[in-house]
């Protein structure tokens, strides 16, 4: 029988040691039988994609492509794409040039190319308070520390922003950068209001400090369009995240970065050093369905089903657990829950999987151990009915605890 045990334990890097499981991929294994309505992962409702059009703009790929997209490519990725990515973000405000784009799989590939550019051991990485788990996990992984900002249903606060860089000065810490996920925010659903984007954006440059800003949901408004992109007021102080994963899909893993241009000469070499190129294969698809389908009607589409739910989420916790503060997104996948004091959204998880009701601890998205009674809802995946179902085992869980937390809780702090 094989056995779990490692013999490379001292050969690893120190690096390696700090790769854990992530608490949201945890859980994918349990979460993913059907009889568990799953508010944990954070997946896009691909089945709102019609597939003719994908087999619509393979077709017309493998007809003027066919040759190309099945070969390797530039390790800056296909120019047609980069320009095809500019009318993107001018729909947010941004004016780029297609010499200053990157392509990369996924965001999450720039996140990491971007952290192995800037992140030395001990080097301080600022983020709001509560934070994307997946950014997380690559600025662990290189050792570097997450100091979080406060941040209220207007996004991060830039007063609260000031004084961390002050104190981290003052301790002579270096700060590399500020990451932020401006718009409908993972996991907290809320939006950077635009009169704070200004002052934060001054807060940095005056203290020299690079902003990485992460924009995958910013289309996915459901009333009114976000603020102008952060990369649309500045373009030296800015390295700006897109992708196609929620507004086409996470398969194709095709992200893209907009960075200065010596910042993008590195990205590049760094793409090159770890992956040659970015999948011919899947640029290409990506290009075709944005040249043939009505990708803006698609994204429309998304924006209809993601609003339904949203809705039926917010329902569902007015009728279920009207107690509890929840944030109110006006877009994206995700709420933000406030438990009552003293309960552990992670203790709870398994009690909550035993009702068949999964959702990711608030201890995922913040690198110092809090948000112990916070906890992540994802309403983008499963049906308003089983938003409603799931949202109804949860209360059954939640209430429960509540009072034996003030039952015994309270006696035992007497
Ligand atoms: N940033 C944020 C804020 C995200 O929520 C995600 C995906 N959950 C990513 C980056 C990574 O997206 P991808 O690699 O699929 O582009």
């Excluded at 009889?35 to 997946?43: K, N, T």
């Excluded at 635009?194 to 954006?201: G, H």
């Excluded at 000469?265 to 011919?280: F, G, H, Q, Y």
């Excluded at 438990?339 to 009702?355: I, Q, R, W, Y």
């Amino acid at each position: 029988m094989r056995q779990n045990l490692d013999n490379w334990l001292d050969a690893y890097s120190a690096r390696a040691h700090n790769l854990s499981v992530s608490e949201v991929r945890a859980l994918f294994a349990v979460v993913s039988r059907p009889e568990v309505v799953s508010l944990a992962g954070g997946m896009p409702y691909v089945a709102a994609l019609p597939k003719d059009l994908l087999r619509e703009a393979y077709d017309a790929m493998m007809k003027s492509n066919g040759d190309l997209a099945i070969q390797y490519g530039g390790g800056q990725g296909d120019a047609k794409l980069r320009d095809q990515t500019r009318e993107l973000m001018a729909l947010e405000g941004i004016r780029s040039s297609v010499e200053d784009i990157v392509i990369t799989t996924g965001s999450q590939h720039g996140l990491e190319l971007l952290s192995g550019l800037f992140l030395d051991k001990g080097d301080v990485v600022l983020a709001e308070g509560p934070s994307y788990v997946g950014a997380l996990g690559i600025f662990r992984h290189y050792q570097a520390h997450v100091e979080h900002v406060l941040t209220d249903n207007d996004g991060m606060i830039p007063s609260a922003l000031e004084s961390t860089i002050k104190a981290l000065k003052a301790q002579s810490r270096k700060i590399k950068f500020l990451y932020l996920v401006p718009n409908f925010a993972n996991p907290s659903g809320v939006t950077l209001a635009k009169a704070r984007r200004a002052k934060i954006l001054e807060l940095c440059r005056k203290n020299h400090i690079l902003v990485i800003e992460d924009n995958p949901y910013g289309l996915l408004f459901f009333d009114k369009p976000v603020p102008d992109a952060l990369r649309s007021m500045d373009e030296e102080g800015i390295v700006y995240l897109g992708s196609f994963s929620k507004i086409l899909a996470p398969g194709f893993r095709v992200g893209y970065v907009l960075a200065p241009p010596a910042i993008r000469d590195k990205l590049v070499l760094a793409n090159e050093s770890a992956i040659l190129c970015p999948s011919s294969f899947s640029q290409m698809m990506i290009s075709s369905y944005l040249e043939h389908a009505d990708w803006k009607g698609q994204v429309e589409t998304f924006r209809g089903v993601y609003r339904e739910r949203r809705d039926a989420a917010l329902s569902a916790m007015e009728e279920h657990l009207p107690q509890l503060e929840t944030t109110r997104p006006d877009g994206g996948f995700y709420l933000w829950v406030t438990l009552p004091d003293g309960l552990d959204s992670k203790a709870m998880l398994p009690l909550a999987v035993k009702e068949l009701v999964a959702y990711t601890p608030g201890t995922a998205f913040y690198g110092d151990g809090t948000g112990q009674n916070k906890l992540r809802i994802c309403y983008s995946y499963p049906t308003p009915d089983r938003i409603n179902l799931g949202i109804k085992r949860l209360s059954t869980v939640i209430n429960l605890q509540t009072e034996l937390q003030e039952t015994f809780g309270k006696k035992g702090k007497k």
